[in-house]
């Protein structure tokens, strides 16, 4: 307003033959960062010289070199295709009308894939894909399995839903011929038997090879109430095939998820050799931390992109222990009063 009345009185001076100029108001600095950089997927094209069209899904994207290297984004997904090998971006692909939002990272990591280093970007932010660990307190008690029965009424009173990551059209990553549903699924329907056995209510977001999108998911825990959500997955690492463990995701404004997924990292800590990747705020903004309304956590099983902990996630065995430890740390959890039906 105040501008406007002064461009006001500028333009009636002008007007009136006076050579002053009103003051240019201050603008703000450009600022980069928390949030990663975005590029279009047009201007990655043009940038490498490639081509870009719809396809070969209703919701996916493909950007093709004059060579017939091909990469496909899909709409609201962090998995990126490259010539057929799948990796996780920094952040999902979004729709923007013919064209897609994606992260400028992704663009950086194409060029680096294909030798093109000198498209690269000089970086203008921290990296927030480098996630940091947190340490892992011992707000959660370290004996193991005290508090687990069979069957029990431990877990009278709680809504928890699950979810199995990914199902259906959407493998998820994929390491070694081992697709991500493969696992998460399995994990999902014996963490609902072992908290059902102690008289929890169960809400599961999948119970066979579908594929519910992220916003369906969060709507079954919304409404049915939960109390707690767990969303499983099991992680890719795009640049190094050595990384394994296990590390679990909280909204970073969750005070009640940090301790969740404190519990389940301590769970896993004692039932497994993995390594403990630790207890993480979600820096992506993931969907099924944002949309759901209770107490929730994403957690990843471990590397499919490591050959041994992939045949090792195949395995009813390791399986079954990922998801005992995982009940122990929703037990642990709930016992304490933990869970909370608002973040
Ligand atoms: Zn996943």
């Not at 729709?95 to 093109?116: I, W, Y």
């Not at 079954?320 to 959890?333: H, I, R, S, Y």
């Amino acid at each position: 307003m105040r501008y406007s009345l002064i461009m006001l009185a500028g333009l009636v001076l002008f007007a009136a033959g006076c050579t002053s100029i009103a003051p240019i108001p201050p603008q703000d600095p450009v600022v980069y960062g928390p949030e990663p950089r975005s590029m279009m997927l047009s201007e990655m094209s043009t940038e490498l010289g490639w081509t870009y069209e719809p396809g070969p899904g209703a919701y996916d994207f493909t950007m093709s070199s004059p060579k017939g290297d091909k990469v496909i984004f899909r709409d609201k997904s962090d998995i990126v295709n490259i010539n057929g090998t799948q990796w996780r971006q920094e952040r999902d692909s979004v729709d923007r009308r013919n064209d897609m939002l994606l992260p400028e990272s992704t663009f950086n990591f194409v060029c680096k894939h294909f030798g093109r280093y000198d498209l690269v970007h000089e970086p203008k932010r921290d990296p927030i894909g480098d996630y940091k660990l947190e340490p892992i307190g011992p707000t959660v008690s370290p004996t193991k399995t005290e508090a687990v029965d069979a069957t029990s009424t431990v877990l009278k009173g709680l809504t928890i839903c699950i979810d199995a990551g990914h199902g259906g059209s959407d493998p998820g990553g994929i390491g070694h011929g081992v697709q991500e549903k493969q696992v998460t699924l399995p994990v999902a329907l014996k963490l609902r038997d072992l908290c059902t056995a102690a008289s929890a209510k169960v809400i599961m977001t999948r119970t066979d090879d579908t594929y519910p999108d992220l916003d369906k998911r969060c709507e079954v825990a919304n409404s049915g109430k939960a109390d707690l959500f767990i969303s499983i997955h099991a992680n890719i690492s795009p640049t190094d095939e050595e990384v394994t463990g296990f590390e679990v995701f909280y909204n970073k404004n969750s005070e009640p998820g940090a301790l969740f997924a404190k519990a389940l990292v301590s769970a896993m800590d004692a039932a497994t050799n993995s390594p403990n990747r630790g207890a993480k705020k979600d820096p992506r903004g993931l969907r099924v931390l944002e949309k759901t309304q209770m107490t929730a956590v994403l957690v990843e099983l471990g590397f499919l992109s490591n050959s041994s902990e992939a045949s090792e996630l195949t395995q009813k065995s390791y399986q079954d222990k990922m998801a005992t430890a995982l009940f122990e740390g929703v037990v642990q959890t709930w016992t304490k009063g933990r869970a909370s039906v608002s973040k």
